[in-house]
Nanobody, 122 residues
Framework: QVEFVESGGGLVQPGGSLRLSCAASTYTASVRAIGWFRQAPGKEPEGPLAISSGDYIEYADSVKGRFAISRDNAKNTVYLQMNNLKPEDTGLYYC????????????????RGQGTQVTVSS
């Protein structure tokens, strides 16, 4: 069993930045790939916005050039640096893990966290 705990969300003005953290209770082969997703109120989950799996990194077009995913394996933590935030980036952001990135791409992670709220508003 792997638990994820996200943090770092909050209220930010358009154009601002936030860095989200995703702390895993442990890293196993079942969560070799970790990705970030988001869900806006009343909408279906969107993502993965970004995936990190070994040396493989991929971004959704909607965040490419603005968001950056990184990992600190010593801390079992994955980060999402979000820059130039827009109102449409508002939502509950959560991380999820799977044995392979393909499972994240089809929306079938093995584990996910509860999320952290990001609100972009002036």
């Amino acid at each position: 069993q792997v638990e994820f705990v996200e943090s770092g969300g909050g209220l930010v003005q358009p154009g601002g930045s936030l860095r989200l953290s995703c702390a895993a209770s442990t890293y196993t082969a079942s969560v070799r790939a970790i990705g970030w997703f988001r869900q806006a109120p009343g909408k279906e989950p969107e993502g993965p916005l970004a995936i990190s799996s070994g040396d493989y990194i991929e971004y959704a077009d909607s965040v490419k050039g603005r968001f950056a995913i990184s990992r600190d394996n010593a801390k079992n933590t994955v980060y999402l640096q979000m820059n130039n935030l827009k109102p449409e980036d508002t939502g509950l952001y959560y991380c999820a893990g799977a044995s392979h990135s393909q499972w994240l791409l089809v929306g079938k992670p093995a584990y996910r966290g509860q999320g952290t709220q990001v609100t972009v508003s002036s």
